[in-house]
């Protein structure tokens, strides 16, 4: 596996000079200060590949080339950003990126509700919640139909009985302004922008803004919502053919529906579904073992055999499941995923696939410095430290070898 980082620029305050001293080989970034549907010019793209470059790491992966809204839920303007997505595509390989991750997840691109909520050990990790979700939901976002859908409730994948609507008033007998304004921001303010997401952290009216997105998927089935996907997908491979671009989408994260929203990457039903509808090899998966493993539905080392080879980009990471069906983010060596064999898995079957360690706890002074939530320094450079060591053996037991990058050979 190629050890990649998700980094968000020159404005990082992860800086490459620090990425450099941690063995890490490839990075995973995007021009983030394009507005989304906007062409990726060649310029653009080699100003950022040559910073990169100049630190004697490449530019791996592209996370994400955003696929703006009116393309998932087929707007008037679907073919012109088509076009431009396109373009964007030829002037990446023009530049010698091939690697392409994105999402189809309408609205909001990622959800949790605690980015701060405690382990055993001090640190903090993401948290995903259902109860302050359907809060937000219910009283906050004030979804129509929100209290009816919730109130026949049933936790994806398990078999637990969970009286949503009884948890939504205990909590809201203890709601307070302060709290409310935090789950608004965590909920679709501060996981949203810095992916590129639809709300930014200077936008006034965040919730409004939410509204009104969500109004734009009014009457967008699963089924509508799929054939969508297929329609931009066959658009882009014929350049994607030409240019050698392998397309991988991100798993949606978390793995069900939620607001009222159609979900189409939540399991292998769906992913079958994808990689079936338009069967071409650059059509491929970004294997989140993150987002996987947050479904109680899904086997992540029984999904790694299937779809290793329609696999282009691997994130490492692992959810844990409360028995409520809540979650939250695990060791890199415990959790559902079995990240030892995935690596195992892939290593195997698809070697030398760009890897990133995903999310990473908040620990000792990460919490001050203002990282991007789920983006700590210090926590994923302890997982990435943990996987690197994953790596090295499982590459000795197959004979494969491992380069450990940065010290003398
Ligand atoms: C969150 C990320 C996602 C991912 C996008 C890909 O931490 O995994 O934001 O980058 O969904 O398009």
Redesign the pocket.
């Known amino acids: 596996m190629e050890k990649t980082w998700r980094w968000f620029g020159k404005k990082d305050k992860i800086t490459l000079a620090m990425l450099k001293q941690i063995g890490v080989e490839g990075i995973v970034t995007a021009l983030h200060d394009v507005p989304n549907g906007e062409v990726w010019t060649r310029e653009m793209i080699r100003d950022l590949r040559e910073y990169i470059e100049g630190f004697g790491m490449r530019w791996s992966v592209v996370?994400?080339l955003?696929v703006c809204e009116s393309i998932k839920y087929g707007g008037p303007d679907r073919d012109v950003l088509i076009e431009n997505y396109k373009e964007s595509l030829r002037n990446l390989s023009a530049e010698g990126i091939h690697t392409i991750?994105?999402?189809f997840?309408p609205v909001l691109?990622?959800a949790r509700t605690d980015l701060e909520h405690p382990n055993p050990n001090g640190t903090t990790n993401l948290y995903f919640s259902y109860s302050e979700f359907a809060y937000f939901d219910i009283y906050i976002a004030g979804r129509e139909g929100a209290r009816e859908e919730w109130a026949s409730f049933k936790v994806p994948g398990l078999d637990v009985k969970r009286d949503i609507l009884a948890e939504v008033e205990e909590l809201r007998a203890k709601m307070t302004p302060e709290m409310e304004h935090k789950l608004v921001e965590n909920i679709i303010v501060r996981?949203q922008g810095f992916?590129s997401?639809n709300i930014r952290e200077d936008d006034e009216h965040p919730i409004e803004l939410f509204r009104q997105l969500l109004s734009l998927y009014d009457g967008i089935t699963k089924e509508q919502l799929r054939e969508n996907m297929r329609y931009f997908l066959e658009a882009i491979m014929p350049v994607c053919e030409e240019c050698g671009m392998n397309m991988c989408v991100?798993p949606d994260?978390p793995p069900f529906p939620v607001l009222g929203l159609p979900r189409i990457v939540t399991s292998a039903e769906d992913i079958n579904w994808f990689l079936s509808a338009v069967d071409n090899p650059h059509n491929g998966l970004?294997f989140?073992a993150g987002?996987l493993s947050a479904g109680a539905q899904n086997d992540v080392v029984e999904m790694a055999r299937r779809y290793a080879s329609r696999t282009h980009f691997v994130?490492l990471r692992s959810c844990h499941i409360f028995e409520n069906g809540d979650f939250t983010e695990a060791s890199h060596l415990g959790g559902r995923a079995d990240i030892i064999e995935l690596v195992r898995i892939f290593e195997k079957e698809n070697p030398g696939l760009p890897m990133r360690v995903?999310?990473g706890m908040t620990m000792f002074d990460d919490a001050s410095k203002g990282y991007n939530a789920?983006?700590s320094f210090l926590g994923r450079m302890f997982a990435m430290g943990q996987v690197q060591g994953i790596l090295a053996t499982v590459d000795r037991e197959l004979g494969i070898e491992y380069k450990q990058t940065g010290f003398y050979e």
């Open positions: 996370e994400s955003p991750c994105y999402n997840m691109d990622w996981t992916v997401g991100h994260d970004t989140c987002s994130h995903d999310h789920g983006y």
